[in-house]
């Protein structure tokens, strides 16, 4: 296979676990966090601030490229990595998280999802066969299955059906899967129904992906369901195949994430966040519009490597944000995606040193998800 | 004196000189073109991407961070090159030309001019003394004597009023001038008057500046004009000494300036018309945004060292642009910046090595103002 997880170290407390991910652009350490590039870009930074901050995978979204500039033209260019310059791993997501967010304006049919592009009103289809064709024109190291994203609340009926169709679409989404070098992983869905996450684990997982993502969760439930229902679900996932929890990249998530046996995390958070001021530090998040910077000659958060507290201060940052320059919004970037990325590795070196439950609960203690 | 000019070579048939002007931040070599720092910033790049491209000096506007963060805030941070960790040559202007712009809403006296700010609408003062001041607690390298720039067209009479006033105004700046280990120039104005441009040279030489500007030019009047007031000028000033136009930036003007002597220039004009997704190349300036660079895999310009150029292409950074990606307005302003910045370095070699004649015939009959 083209994706090969291999495990290093395991926490017998609980399931979390350190290992490597080989892929075909190179071996990244997990459990990791994977920077999101929405548009061929991590929104602010380059490939070169993505590398020095210690980013392995980032992650692409079809839905987006699909429409603007189009697969065809990332293809022609040499693919997303290539297009966007960026030669460590490339994870896509099938669009189908985007596509259904689309509500009313969508219809949902066997065969795939029609709906009307953002940009231009155009009509516009997404199958299991285009995104997989759209994905491999991207070139991206591992592929997403094209699958539906339930809601939440949702009803017991129509969460299986759309489990059931998921499963159904990942067959398809396989036999579309014709590059060879490239991996694909399947998406266990189920909603909030243990049952039905029972049953989507076993389908999903019977079938040749090179690893599994657990999709559906963070979509608005409380925490203690998601930790929950995630729980419920890897202990139905192989331990040789990389599991990946999708949308999910707050800290106290990533570590309860970790907690239950997850290896890959991607969320908007760190990035969206700082476009509003906001820089993430172990204590929760502060607000660095916030008066009392002002005079602040010192950096985000003492001790911090990032390119950004090595080089400015809360100060500066601040007068950056309120001056409304586009500097502000790169550095507080680099911090959040710095400081998550690092989290990362700090919880990777604790599994592997034996120290993971010291880490989640001294970490726990401090952290509030209030800004100050 | 603290800022001294050294003459390494000159073009014979023109007034095109090449030199290094030593400050307290180091020696820089000119001809010299410097990046406007508006608001402690150069807008969307960080100090080190300013020094990869080999900015020596950049400008920073009093008038601007007078207002927002304050002057003295800025003191309290160990001055403007610690505030915003640029650690080569600052020069700031002495916010006249911002305050003057300001039209109807400020009122000019012969002890200083009276405006309101435009963040918050508070009465605020500007005088050669609080110009002076505020210059100090910024700790630029350069700081400029507070003037008034004065508009064109203007009457005779105004612009000699005008001339004179801004003589008395430059007694008192060296007199407020308080700093030894920092350096102050002159600015000569005159309008479009041949007669005032004399005399303000002769009277804004006569004073102990380290350096002259020659102010008021590039204000709408037309481009053979400007050059003829220009050359004007530069006769009644010394050779000891270096010559700054202000708010001068296109390559034909700085070709031009050059060849009248002139040594350093500054003009937000590469940086803002990046950010509208111009690119200026030798032959002009490309709209990047234009469809014909759709599916153009080239970088912007053949041969250009540029961080974008060695790692980016016209496609990609049209993407980058219709997508409404920061990531666009940086990188477009690295190219511009350093294209211009390159331009200067080209031109003084050509000036050392006896070529500058040649340089100027074969640039400016390869460029058009014109986009495409």
């Given at each position: 296979m083209v994706i090969n997880y291999e495990l290093i170290a395991q926490d017998p407390a609980t399931g979390a676990r350190a290992g490597l991910l080989h892929t075909p652009h190179g071996t990244f350490k997990t459990p990791m966090f994977m920077p999101v590039g929405t548009q061929a870009t991590v929104k602010t930074v380059t490939p070169d601030e993505l590398e020095e901050m210690g980013a392995q995978i980032i992650l692409g979204n079809t839905y987006h490229l699909f429409l603007r500039p189009g697969t065809e033209l990332i293809a022609e260019a040499g693919g997303l990595h290539d297009f966007m310059n960026w030669h460590k791993g490339i994870l896509t997501d099938s669009g189908g998280f985007q596509v259904f967010s689309l509500g009313d304006t969508r219809k949902i049919k066997e065969e795939g999802v029609y709906f009307r592009s953002i940009l231009d009103g155009s009509k516009q289809f997404l199958s299991p066969e285009v995104a997989t064709r759209a994905q491999e024109e991207l070139g991206s190291d591992i592929a997403m299955a094209f699958d539906e994203c339930?809601?939440?609340?949702?009803?017991?009926?129509?969460?299986?059906?759309?489990?059931?169709?998921?499963?159904?679409?990942?067959?398809r989404c396989l036999k579309a899967h014709t590059r060879k070098d490239r991996g694909m992983f399947g998406i266990i869905q189920g909603g909030m129904y243990k049952d039905l996450r029972k049953q989507s684990a076993a389908e999903i997982t019977s079938l040749p992906f090179d690893g599994f993502a657990i999709g559906g969760l963070s979509v608005g439930e409380p925490h203690d369901l998601m930790y929950e229902i995630l729980e419920h679900t890897t202990q139905y996932m192989p331990v040789n195949k990389a599991r990946y929890l999708m949308g999910v990249g707050t800290p106290d998530c990533l570590v309860e994430g970790v907690a239950r046996g997850v290896d890959m995390f991607d969320c908007v958070f760190p990035t969206r966040v700082a476009r509003n001021g906001m820089a993430m530090v172990h204590s929760g998040r502060m607000n660095m519009k916030n008066k009392q910077y002002e005079r602040d000659f010192t950096p985000i958060e003492e001790g911090c490597q990032c390119y950004t507290c090595r080089h400015f201060t809360r100060a500066y940052i601040r007068h950056l944000y309120k001056a409304e320059e586009l500097l502000a919004f790169r550095l507080i970037t680099i911090h959040n995606l710095f400081f998550l990325l690092q989290f990362m590795r700090d919880m990777r070196q604790a599994i592997i040193d034996g120290n993971f439950?010291?880490?989640?609960?001294?970490?726990?203690?401090?952290y509030s998800a209030r800004a100050k």
């Amino acid at each position: 296979m083209v994706i090969n997880y291999e495990l290093i170290a395991q926490d017998p407390a609980t399931g979390a676990r350190a290992g490597l991910l080989h892929t075909p652009h190179g071996t990244f350490k997990t459990p990791m966090f994977m920077p999101v590039g929405t548009q061929a870009t991590v929104k602010t930074v380059t490939p070169d601030e993505l590398e020095e901050m210690g980013a392995q995978i980032i992650l692409g979204n079809t839905y987006h490229l699909f429409l603007r500039p189009g697969t065809e033209l990332i293809a022609e260019a040499g693919g997303l990595h290539d297009f966007m310059n960026w030669h460590k791993g490339i994870l896509t997501d099938s669009g189908g998280f985007q596509v259904f967010s689309l509500g009313d304006t969508r219809k949902i049919k066997e065969e795939g999802v029609y709906f009307r592009s953002i940009l231009d009103g155009s009509k516009q289809f997404l199958s299991p066969e285009v995104a997989t064709r759209a994905q491999e024109e991207l070139g991206s190291d591992i592929a997403m299955a094209f699958d539906e994203c339930i809601p939440y609340p949702a009803e017991y009926d129509y969460a299986k059906k759309s489990t059931e169709r998921t499963t159904r679409w990942a067959e398809r989404c396989l036999k579309a899967h014709t590059r060879k070098d490239r991996g694909m992983f399947g998406i266990i869905q189920g909603g909030m129904y243990k049952d039905l996450r029972k049953q989507s684990a076993a389908e999903i997982t019977s079938l040749p992906f090179d690893g599994f993502a657990i999709g559906g969760l963070s979509v608005g439930e409380p925490h203690d369901l998601m930790y929950e229902i995630l729980e419920h679900t890897t202990q139905y996932m192989p331990v040789n195949k990389a599991r990946y929890l999708m949308g999910v990249g707050t800290p106290d998530c990533l570590v309860e994430g970790v907690a239950r046996g997850v290896d890959m995390f991607d969320c908007v958070f760190p990035t969206r966040v700082a476009r509003n001021g906001m820089a993430m530090v172990h204590s929760g998040r502060m607000n660095m519009k916030n008066k009392q910077y002002e005079r602040d000659f010192t950096p985000i958060e003492e001790g911090c490597q990032c390119y950004t507290c090595r080089h400015f201060t809360r100060a500066y940052i601040r007068h950056l944000y309120k001056a409304e320059e586009l500097l502000a919004f790169r550095l507080i970037t680099i911090h959040n995606l710095f400081f998550l990325l690092q989290f990362m590795r700090d919880m990777r070196q604790a599994i592997i040193d034996g120290n993971f439950g010291d880490f989640r609960e001294s970490f726990m203690a401090g952290y509030s998800a209030r800004a100050k």
